[in-house]
């Protein structure tokens, strides 16, 4: 198997060779691993299973206030979302989603399709299985991935530093056990709360609104002082007075 070491490398020497596009993307078998590979070259029109794939791993690049639908169909949202990501990474801002592009998201994942600075275990420390929350063990841990595909656009843009997921999916037991809400997001394993480091809880919480998070709360919110939540829920609920938020 090849590492991702020599992954990365092998992408930095064949998009600095000027590898032609049909060469490329064959090239691209060979370093996505154990993950996903796009056969062709994505724009304004396509859908299928590539376009999820795609909108999967561009989550974090919705625009502020924004959430991309991962729906399969390549709109103008999924368009400006590959701009914003080329634009991030030093690409050039088409919004085609040819090799280059796919060849830098092989370069940010792992065999499993988690990006490399974020992993399942980081996201579920309750249990093994991913069950016994509010949706199937599947959905959550589905819900986790798109999680933490943002939460790899949101350490980028804050000059990739670490990040540090303090909570993440948890069982109804879990959940009770810490005192959680209800109908917390974390049972569904789309919720994951970040704790200071190298950002403040604020600067984490602000930047958030422009990486698909419908739900952010931090200080100022009640029981968030120590933390900042971000999730994905269906309609958007900011709140972290101290921050401004």
């Known amino acids: 198997m090849v590492t991702r070491a020599v992954r990365v490398a092998l992408t930095f020497v064949m998009i600095m060779a000027g590898i032609g ?39 974090g690049y919705p625009g502020y206030g924004s959430v991309l639908a991962v729906d399969g169909v390549f709109g103008p949202a999924t368009t400006a979302a590959v701009k914003r990501f080329q634009t991030a990474y030093g690409l050039t801002a088409d919004g085609i989603a040819g090799p280059a592009t796919f060849s830098r998201l092989y370069a940010l994942q792992d065999d499993d399709c988690t990006p490399v600075h974020f992993s399942y275990s980081e996201l579920n420390d309750c249990n093994t299985t991913w069950s016994g929350g509010a949706v199937s063990a599947a959905t959550a841990k589905a819900n986790a991935l798109r999680t933490m595909w943002k939460l790899e ?36 394993g789309d919720a994951a709360d970040l704790g200071a480091g190298p950002h403040s809880l604020c600067t984490l919480a602000k930047q958030a609104r422009n990486h698909g998070f419908n739900g952010i709360l931090g200080p100022g ?4 002082d120590d933390h900042t939540h971000t999730d994905h829920r269906a309609a958007r609920f900011w709140s972290a007075p101290t921050c401004g938020i």
């Open 21 to 59: 596009v049909g060469t490329l993307a064959t090239a691209g078998t060979a370093h996505a691993d154990g993950c996903y590979t796009w056969s062709r070259t994505l724009s304004q029109g396509a859908s299928g299973a590539d376009v999820t794939q795609l909108q999967i791993r561009l989550g």
């Open 153 to 188: 656009a949101l350490r980028h843009a804050l000059g990739d530093q670490p990040i540090t997921v303090t909570s993440g999916f948890r069982s109804r037991a879990c959940n009770d056990a810490v005192g959680g809400a209800s109908d917390s997001r974390h049972l569904y």
């Open 221 to 224: 919110y009640p029981g968030h």
